[in-house]
């Protein structure tokens, strides 16, 4: 058991441009959290997974922003015509029962 | 609607004395409460959680927490602060209806002085 794994840890990318983050969540947990962490602010709740199904997603998630999780274990999330705002932590979250354990997140960059 | 209200956006204590960390929070259900703790630059760390078994919680690293639900709170505590200890703390609710997000406090940063 190696922990929740995300990929990349940082990513830059030129306003416009198209990222995708992937997610390995420890095996066998069925529940699946994305969520975005701002400087100096708490995370925000984007949407989660159980095993392959999105059961709920956040008014933050604008139609810009897509997560799949094809077979219910890893998981992207996507971000289209990316902003400047979109500049956050993006973490990533599994969890067996109740409490979730996090990965250590990806830094995206909007320059 | 549920919520997590931190009481103190920064703590400061010097190390060796106690540390209390306040949190109150409002959930229609019986909710399910946890403590993170983030050091900088590295990824959130459960604490400690409740689910609806003993109301004292006992977490890593010497901290415990009370669940009080005439109080609607969820305070941590230390009996004696470490320098290792700075780091920001979040409180964290589930409200164990249809929904199993977790919804985080705005975060208490906790200063040690030695």
């Known amino acids: 058991d190696t922990g929740v794994s995300q990929d990349p840890r940082h990513k830059i990318t030129k306003r416009g441009q198209n990222v995708t983050f992937r997610c390995d969540p420890i095996s066998e947990h069925n529940r699946l959290y994305w969520y975005r962490q701002t400087l100096g602010q708490g995370p925000e709740f984007l949407t989660y997974?159980?095993?392959?199904?999105?059961?709920?997603k956040s008014r933050l998630l604008s139609d810009r922003f897509s997560a799949e999780r094809p077979k219910g274990s890893f998981s992207t999330l996507e971000i289209q015509r990316t902003e400047q705002g979109d500049s956050a932590m993006y973490l990533c979250?599994?969890?067996?029962?109740?409490?979730?354990?996090f990965g250590q997140g990806t830094r995206l960059t909007v320059v | 609607a549920q919520s997590v209200t931190q009481l103190d956006s920064h703590v400061s204590v010097s190390e060796g004395t106690p540390v209390l960390l306040r949190c109150n929070y409002s959930s229609s259900y019986s909710p399910s409460l946890f403590w993170y703790v983030q050091h900088p630059n590295k990824g959130l760390q459960l604490l400690l959680k409740?689910?609806?078994?003993?109301?004292l919680v006992k977490g890593i690293n010497g901290f415990e927490a009370e669940f009080k639900k005439s109080e609607t709170s969820f305070h941590l505590t230390k009996p004696s602060a470490h320098m290792s200890d700075a780091a920001e703390y979040f409180c964290?609710?589930?409200?164990?209806?249809?929904?199993?997000?977790?919804?985080f406090g705005s975060g208490t940063r906790l200063l040690v002085r030695p």
């Open positions: 409740y689910t609806s078994a003993a109301t």
């Open positions: 964290v609710v589930t409200p164990m209806d249809s929904s199993y997000k977790l919804i």
């Open positions: 979250a599994s969890s067996p029962t109740r409490e979730a354990f």
């Open positions: 997974f159980q095993n392959e199904a999105q059961l709920e």
